[in-house]
Nanobody
Framework: QVQLVESGGGLVQAGGSLRLSCVAS????????MGWFRQAPGKEREFVTA???????RYTDSVKGRFTISRDNAKNMVYLQMDSLKPEDTAVYYC?????????????????WGKGTQVTVSS
């Protein structure tokens, strides 16, 4: 079991930037893929991006070129740099983790979840 805690959400104007952080604890961080998901009001939770232990990444099309995922394995941290934010990026953002040895991280399933952090982008 991995415990995940997100931080860094907030209110930002369209075109602005935010950086989300997620710290993992409870089990070794090694060989865990880390992902970010989001859920907007009235919508299902959706995959945003993920990064494998070895640094491979995957992004959903709507955030390519605007969002960047990274991780610091020594600190058990994963980050989501969000630039050129749009109102449609407004959602609760969740950090997720699951064991995976693949270079390209999976988009599902993930079995460990944080409680989420709110991101609101005003127009």
């Amino acid at each position: 079991q991995v415990q995940l805690v997100e931080s860094g959400g907030g209110l930002v104007q369209a075109g602005g930037s935010l950086r989300l952080s997620c710290v993992a604890s409870g089990r070794t961080f090694r060989n865990y893929a880390m992902g970010w998901f989001r859920q907007a009001p009235g919508k299902e939770r959706e995959f945003v991006t993920a990064i494998s232990w070895s640094g491979g990444t995957r992004y959903t099309d709507s955030v390519k070129g605007r969002f960047t995922i990274s991780r610091d394995n020594a600190k058990n941290m994963v980050y989501l740099q969000m630039d050129s934010l749009k109102p449609e990026d407004t959602a609760v953002y969740y950090c997720a983790a699951d064991f995976s040895i693949s270079y390209t991280p999976p988009s599902a399933p993930y079995n460990n979840w944080g409680k989420g952090t709110q991101v609101t982008v005003s127009s």
